[in-house]
């Protein structure tokens, strides 16, 4: 038995691996301007100044390395955030960590403490993050009901939306407005290596924080007097977890802004492959997200002509429709 | 005797009627009190009326970073561009302009005041028209017939020696934001003698250029009319893609002000772009 779930555990791994490494190579291809195999390849290995290799190797790798830690840490985020809640429905985006972290990133660039630091915006989106997190403990308490808990992120993530609202109503200049409102659409568009410099080891940290929970997740869904008689500690479980989303969710909207529903959509695909056990949910989700974001990011680059559509605008899209349906199986009591 | 002093009266009355028809018509052709609630028919005002008929103008007009004329609207009476601030200060003109608030636009014209929107003017003959039609109304068409003739020496000097084919530019906002057909922006870029790429591109008045295509496409030079924005945004933070320092381009920030409305003083971009066109050399 034990032998056959490994055995499951690993393809499983092994597929969404692949899926990953596909999407990666396919996303190197697309862009306005069309490469060739060859051109792709040769930019990768002998890396020069011309155009093709210029395209490649700074504006396609590092847009798809960021899709890819983006996405990583939005379905690990939402993995484990339903673990710790024993909540299907939870999902940083609905429990308002991305608005938190969006407000952060917002004010810095509205006070324009960007210029004192390229660090301060990932720095802010991380605080925002994390009070965001902190609020929703304190409203819904650990035992909500999910009812209880999505209300509190909506008020969370209301409040938050309302405080950006006012940055950008109060900005002084048109154009940071404008800057302001479409970063929070979400985009990985010309981002640079210095960005994945940035927030890479932000997120890295936050992965391991996350990772480190997931035996502690998997006795905890057992309930919570079984797991403390069974040596988890729960505040402890509870810190780590919650500032490892913080700060790999800050860290990852704070660059490519808000993505929404990536933490909600690709646990609950993937739940059932691993037999409902909220540990092992942690490192395909992971995989998972990265897979969704890389493909969803290929798709705005293949339907955009002209104005670019925006990464969170695509994820919403599927994203909500898939919320409802959520919703929807939950008053059935079929979740 | 009888008869030629009725006819002197009668000379007389024609005269003092006439008068009065002509101080009538100045009344009606010159507006004594005008408010401006747009950034863009600030600038016209301040150019085209003498001061004494200014009661008021936008909040924007003194911004020396957005406003040509911010030196000249020190001292005139700002307002937020509210209907109500309007009313209180009583004016025979209200001058608006595209992009101004629509609620605030109808509400004037149901309380029966005269309101002039300014359109957008996206080429030169557009501003033309616009200076003339605004030097008319404000009673000195003289002023809008100077102010043109100094605009046209102006864009004539500013493409003199400049031969050859139209090197390709593009104007390049942070975030990628570019401008195309039927822009000011492109017929700035154009009457200075350059081909612009958003064009060839087949864009529209506002398009996204992603790196790539900069890349591919290899303009020489890139117009950044944001750069001197002294408020704080991404773009200058430092979060600028490092290819566009490196690139085979030039780059020219050209003053915010000069762009943001279709005015006279839009020959000063095409002469600083002319500038670098010449430069170029090719």
Not at chain 2, 14 to 38: C, D, G, N, Y
Request: proline share 4%; glycine share 8%.
């Amino acid at each position: 038995m034990i032998r056959k779930t490994h055995q499951k555990t690993f393809t499983l791994y092994t597929g969404l691996a692949l899926l990953v490494g596909l999407l990666f190579i396919t996303s190197m291809f697309i862009g306005p301007s069309t490469l060739s195999i060859n051109a792709v390849w040769a930019a990768l290995v002998a890396p020069d100044q011309s155009p093709s290799a210029i395209i490649v190797n700074q504006i396609r790798l590092p847009r798809t390395i960021l899709a890819a830690l983006v996405g990583a840490t939005l379905g690990l985020a939402g993995a484990t955030l339903q673990g710790l809640l024993r909540n299907p429905l939870a999902e940083p985006g609905i429990i308002g960590a991305s608005s938190g972290a969006a407000l952060g990133a917002s004010l810095v660039l509205y006070f324009g403490l960007a210029e004192i630091s390229i660090l301060a915006l990932p720095i802010a989106g991380m605080i925002g993050a994390l009070i965001a997190v902190a609020m929703l403990f304190l409203l819904a308490g650990r035992n909500a009901s999910p009812l209880a808990l999505i209300l509190s992120g909506v008020a969370i993530s209301s409040f938050a939306s309302a405080l950006t609202a006012l940055a950008i109503n109060l900005a002084s200049s048109a154009y940071a407005a404008l800057e302001i409102t479409f970063w929070l659409m979400g985009s990985l568009t010309d981002r640079s290596m210095t960005h994945v410099a940035l927030a890479a080891p932000a997120m890295g940290v936050g992965w391991v924080l996350m990772l480190s929970g997931a035996r502690s997740l998997s006795i905890l869904s057992l309930g919570e007097d079984t797991a403390s008689s069974l040596g988890v500690s729960l505040n402890t479980l509870r810190v780590r977890l919650v500032l490892g989303i913080a700060i790999a969710v800050g860290a990852a909207v704070s660059i490519s802004g808000a993505i929404g529903f990536v933490g909600l959509i690709v646990p609950h695909i993937l739940r059932p492959f691993v037999g409902f056990e909220p540990g092992r949910l942690l490192g395909v989700s992971l995989l998972g997200g990265s897979a969704l974001v890389i493909a969803a990011d290929i798709a705005v680059r293949l339907l955009s002509t002209g104005i670019e559509i925006r990464l969170g605008v695509v994820t919403s899209l599927i994203g909500a429709p898939f919320f409802l349906f959520l919703l929807l199986k939950l008053r059935r009591g079929t979740i | 005797m009888e008869n030629r002093g009725g006819l002197a009266a009668f000379v007389l009355a024609i005269m003092f009627f006439q008068t009065i028809v002509e101080k009538l018509a100045i009344a009606e052709e010159m507006p004594q009190r005008i408010v401006s609630i747009h950034l863009c028919a600030d600038q016209f005002t301040l150019a085209l009326a003498n001061r004494a008929q200014i009661a008021s103008l936008s909040y924007l007009a003194t911004d020396e970073s957005r406003s040509y004329m911010a030196n000249a609207a020190k001292g005139i009476q700002l307002n937020n561009g509210t209907a109500e601030e309007v009313v209180a200060l009583r004016p025979d003109l209200v001058l608006a302009g595209f992009m101004s608030a629509r609620a605030t636009i109808e509400s004037l014209q149901a309380l029966g005041y005269r309101v002039l929107e300014l359109a957008l003017s996206t080429n030169f003959d557009d501003i033309r028209a616009q200076i003339q039609l605004l030097a008319d109304i404000l009673g000195n068409p003289k002023k809008g017939k100077t102010l043109i003739a100094k605009m046209d020496q102006q864009l004539e000097t500013a493409v003199t020696d400049i031969y050859g084919s139209r090197p390709l530019a593009a104007i390049y906002q942070p975030m990628g934001f570019t401008s195309g057909r039927g822009s000011l922006e492109s017929s700035i870029l154009i009457s200075a003698g350059f081909e612009n790429l958003a064009v060839r591109l087949k864009m529209g008045a506002l398009g996204h250029l992603p790196l790539e295509t900069l890349i591919s496409a290899r303009p020489s030079l890139l117009v950044n009319w944001m750069g001197d924005d002294p408020h704080p945004s991404l773009s200058r933070a430092g979060y600028a893609h490092p290819v566009l320092a490196k690139g085979p381009w030039q780059i020219a920030f050209i003053p915010n002000k000069l762009w943001t409305c279709g005015a006279w003083y839009s020959a000063l971009a095409v002469k600083q772009l002319a500038a670098i066109r010449r430069s170029l050399k090719k």
